[in-house]
């Protein structure tokens, strides 16, 4: 079958019927055409009503471009002026932004990482004379970045995303030299907390470019997960390979180079060009009103309220008790795994989820963009999460709470990726693009910050059993409310697609 477009573009139905949705109120066809002028591969897709066909939507690789009521005047994108053109082919920008923040988070993350893996092992090298130090070094930066985000997203609305990274990787480079050169807790307490606000810069300087990047491609899952995926391969990296330099040469040495190479990234700042000041073209609604608005959103309240969640159980629960649930299993029955410690096991699990991390979340991500069906993966894996935290609440055969451990920890990086891509499309469609991801990232550290204190106090109270099996409730209750809210805008959507079009 062969159309038309009013500039003589053909379109060529390659395959009709591609797939056939039926709801409540509506259903629809999709068909994959491409116009043969401008070679683009176009998704028709023709929406029913009980009383006919209503509008038609044409989107490029899930895009929406332009919608029209049916009456023969299809327009195909070639019909377009240049610069309208331009504007929607050009995506690649937008993405190079996003790898290369992705690269330059990654390398910052080596010294951070490699503390975390060398601090409590050799913790007489950095002058600590306490356990309590230890733990207040590691997790000082994270309450450092809860009340200076809403600072930071306000510098962002000011300057270009390339000022905030420059500023990023200059505190980058003194935290990582700092922590190699000084041996007192005093000097590396205020170098952590230097590092903090390093990390805010790079994590929301990250999360802007995301958006930018999905507001023009509308595939938040993909360009999510690759870019957790380039950033977690830095977290990897600084604690294997710093892990295994420091053996070999003094720690100092090794967190010098990571410093070194975090001044290398400067370079990778020029190819960065945003389009406006504040990353977002269109221009940020200031208006009070709108923030009201916003504040009011059940969307984006149940956005907040399951990131809090998901990083109080993931970032801050899991990560902070996992040796302690290790330790209290008996692996006798395992020869290969009773000679390893506590400790060498956890960091063993913990290595092989990041890992695993840049190809299970990007993979994961772009799926869910290619079937549209993001809510519904990120809801399936919340509900899984929560029957694996059932499951390890119990004493099970070793090798099963070993399996499904292993298997928990793969499917939190399904969700993180998910939450993520869900909170990076939400302030793409935003007018406060820099208010969501200030506050969504305040609220993720937040959760982070307070699992580890919640969650050895909670355990002393109540037990791991009782305190899984509450875990695992609240995540259903998250994920019940997610589909909720997601089938009530589904709805309201498709009544005011019909409203606006009839």
Known sequence: MIATCSTGGYLNVLISKLKLAKYKYLSYNLSKVRCMECEWILILCTWKWTKGSILRVITCNLQIIWRLIIDGSDKCICSRDQNQRGRMVNRSTAEKNMIIAAFITAVSLFGDAMLYAVLPVNSEEFGLTALWQIGALLSINRFVRIPI???????????????????AICLTIVSTFAYGYFNEFIALLIARCVWGVAWAFIKQAGQLLVVEAVTESKQPGKLTGLFNGIAGAGVVIGMVVGSLLSESFDTSSVLTGFAILSALTFPLLLPIKTRSRGVVQHVENKNSKALLFMVK??????????????????????????????????????????????????????????AADPFLGYWVGRFSDIRQSRTEWLTGSIMAVGILFVIIAFHLQTVVWLSTLILLLLVSSIVTTLLDADAAQYAADSSNKHYVVSSYSMTVDIGAALGPFLGFTLLSVVGDTALNVSAALLLVLCAFILLRVKKKDRKNEVLNDIDNHT
């Open 149 to 167: 985000h809403p600072l930071i997203g306000w510098f962002y609305t000011r300057y270009p995303v390339r000022n905030g990274l420059f500023i």
């Open 297 to 354: 959103d059940r969307r984006f309240i149940v956005l907040l309220l399951t990131g809090f969640v998901i990083s109080l159980l993931f970032q801050g629960y899991v990560k902070s008790t996992l040796s302690y649930w290790i330790e209290m299993r008996d692996f006798s029955a395992l020869s290969l795994l009773s000679s390893l410690s506590a400790a060498t096991l956890t960091g063993i699990l913990l290595t092989l989820k990041l």
